[in-house]
């Protein structure tokens, strides 16, 4: 199919953005990496009267890392984020999810801020900061705001962006000294969407993992205290997979059992590697 007919504007400043976006509201997208917006048109499952191209907007593609954490701008390329090193270093589960996003194409193409906000509970990235207690900068004629991850998701595909909003920035807390992560996924194709996806955040005696494909929202599994052998069906105990045409939910919640063990172990790897590692820096006098 193709797209129902819309104006292309554009957009030569975020003012000028941003007052498109307040004028027409509901009825004018913003085109970033546009590889959730493009399908959603072509199927007509949107049909927006404005179209806002924001590529050519200054400084939004910047990746920015401090010691606090990791800030992607709207018009960062996946791809760019899995090649950044220093925002690996500061917090590695961003390329170890970014590595499974679709294909290198859509990875070229596609921006993290943008998939965040498509709100996709099947997709890595909003799970990913759900999991880190991330948030997204929003701005409008009326200012700018923060908003937390867990305030960001409302249901399928639904965001608490307001109708005049645009999404600037995500935030990606850096990774405690002490903490580690992992994260794995099953696909029939590598690149196809994940069938389930579990990340892990282990700090200490804390044990937190995150779910992708599982349920309509990024979901979050506080597993700490449980032991190696219950990490799967504790998870499960807190999840209800759905079947759909791609997966029963039987062979589903097989999946987190198998995922959610494998993940948080690795995670527990990951930390106590990068503890032996800053050992080590210390008696090289490197630390």
Do not use: W
């Not at 220093?86 to 390329?95: G, N, S």
């Not at 029939?188 to 700090?203: E, S, T």
Request: hydrophobic share 45%; net charge negative.
């Amino acid at each position: 199919m193709k797209p129902p007919a819309f104006e292309y504007v554009a957009a030569e400043s975020e003012e000028q953005a941003l007052e498109l976006k307040d004028r027409y509201g509901d009825d004018a997208r913003f085109l970033a990496g546009g590889q959730s917006l493009v399908p959603l048109l072509s199927m007509r499952l949107a049909s927006p009267s404005t179209l806002v191209d924001i590529n050519g907007l200054p400084d939004l593609d910047a990746v920015t890392v401090a010691s606090d954490g990791v800030r992607v701008g709207a018009l960062a390329r996946h791809a760019d984020v899995l090649a950044h090193v220093e925002a690996r270093r500061v917090q590695p589960l961003l390329a170890m999810a970014l590595a499974h996003v679709a294909h290198a194409t859509i990875r070229n193409r596609g921006t993290t801020v943008g998939s965040i906000v498509h709100a996709d509970a099947a997709a890595e990235m909003p799970m990913v900061l759900t999991l880190l207690g991330g948030s997204v900068e929003a701005a409008s004629v009326r200012g700018t705001r923060t908003i937390p991850a867990p305030e960001l998701f409302l249901g399928p595909l639904e965001s608490s962006l307001a109708h005049d909003e645009v999404a600037t920035t995500a935030f990606f807390p850096a990774l405690a000294p002490g903490a580690g992560v992992a994260f794995d996924e099953i696909a029939r194709r590598h690149g196809d969407y994940a069938l389930c996806g579990v990340a892990a955040l282990v700090d200490g005696d804390t044990v937190r993992a995150g779910f992708v494909s599982v349920s309509d929202v990024p979901t979050v599994v506080d597993l700490s205290g449980v032991a190696d052998e219950d990490l799967g069906e504790a998870a499960l105990a807190a999840l209800d997979p759905a079947e759909d045409i791609h997966a029963s939910a039987a062979y589903r919640s097989q999946l987190v059992r198998v995922l959610t063990t494998r993940v948080v172990r690795a995670a527990r790897d990951h930390a106590s590697d990068r503890a032996s590692d800053r050992a080590s820096d210390r008696a090289r006098g490197t630390a």
